[in-house]
């Protein structure tokens, strides 16, 4: 199963950013978005939302729960 910090990691890289790029869009520091790519933490809801937003994917796909991308 896919995990929220796979989907990160995957969506940070297709568009060629930096782990301190989404740290900054984040409001956090560089070791909390990596704790994130890491599985070790999750956001709150509210950081889901903006970076499945930002993504423009699905909650459901960010989160492993669909291998499908687009939002309903």
Request: some cysteine.
């Amino acid at each position: 199963m896919t995990t929220l910090g796979n989907r990160l990691r995957e969506l940070r890289k297709e568009k060629g950013l930096y782990q301190k790029d989404l740290a900054s869009l984040l409001d956090i520091t560089i070791r909390g978005y990596q704790v994130y790519e890491e599985d070790k933490n999750y956001p709150i809801l509210d950081k889901i939302i903006f970076l499945a937003d930002y993504y423009n994917v699905s909650l459901d796909y960010l989160c492993g729960r669909s291998d499908k991308r687009e939002r309903e």
